[in-house]
């Protein structure tokens, strides 16, 4: 599993994407608290904003805490949208750059947390075979994530919005799956406007997210996170299943309908 930390709000330096509060995502690298599997999240680090409409990326395969000028970078950094990650790799994916979340294409990022079971052996290609040729054409790697960035943005492509391409793909790929072993999406889509989070399952729990509106860190605007940043009452979990969208008009929190479940509860 991976950890992430977003903001959306007014232009502000970065650093608090990564370094910010009394557990930051920093300290989430080697010391994460909720996990749903895993330990530790040391199989590289990525960070992206937008400036003026445009995208930035940086990559690292390398440990965050191994980035020493990373912190002064980020503080030299205003942005009005970020999104940072670090990456817990799934056991047979390549460790580089090209493949540490946030994924990015089109002026869009993606970062999924969690894992398609089974997606080499027995899912990849049935998802990937549903993608149109442009999309099919950008597949450099073997990994899930890069596979459900690339759906995500066919639903985009087809006039979805950022929460409602993901929810597609989430019924999409659960349905797929069935009970064929657990599935864990916690899947972000962001771009210059704002972002959109869903977490999905096909079992009961899902992975942690969290909500810190206006206050606090979040003074100006809205930070999401895997794991509250700090002690801050004001964090608010995100239900199982749930799905947060941020962007100008405000900050929605809503558990959209399981497939093939009813809402989930």
């Known amino acids: 599993m991976c950890r992430l930390t977003a903001w959306v709000g007014e232009p502000r330096p970065l650093d608090v994407l990564v ?5 930051p995502l920093l300290e989430q690298a080697w010391a994460p608290r909720e996990l749903l599997e895993g330990s530790v999240n040391a199989d590289g680090w990525g960070v992206t904003w937008w400036s ?5 990326r940086l990559a690292s395969s390398r440990p965050v805490w191994q980035e020493p000028d990373l912190e002064g970078v980020l503080a030299a950094t205003r942005a009005g949208v970020g999104v940072a990650a670090l990456r817990n790799a799934t056991p047979g994916l390549p460790v580089d750059e090209a493949s540490v979340p946030p994924l990015a294409l089109d002026g869009r990022a993606f970062v999924l947390n969690g894992s398609v079971p089974d997606f080499r052996e027995r899912h990849a290609r049935a998802l990937r075979s549903e993608l149109p040729d442009p999309l099919y054409g950008r597949l450099s790697g073997v990994s899930d994530a890069e596979t459900l960035f690339l759906m995500v943005m066919d639903e ?8 409602e391409a993901l929810d597609a793909v989430a019924e999409r790929v659960l349905d797929r799956i069935g009970d064929g072993g657990e599935c864990q999406l916690a899947m972000l889509l962001a771009d210059a406007e704002g972002l959109s989070v869903r977490l999905a399952s096909n ?3 899902t992975n942690s997210l969290y909500v810190l509106e206006g206050s606090g860190l979040a003074g100006g605007g809205t930070l999401v996170a895997s794991e509250a940043l700090d002690g801050d009452p004001a964090w608010r979990r995100v239900g199982d299943h749930g799905r947060v ?11 959209p309908r399981r497939p093939g479940r009813g809402p989930a509860r």
């Open 52 to 56: 003026e409409g445009r995208m930035a």
């Open 203 to 205: 079992v009961e729990r």
């Open 19 to 23: 370094f910010g509060g009394t557990h």
């Open 156 to 163: 985009v492509g087809r006039g979805s919005g950022r929460g």
């Open 245 to 255: 969208d941020v962007g100008g008009d405000g900050v929605r929190i809503t558990t």
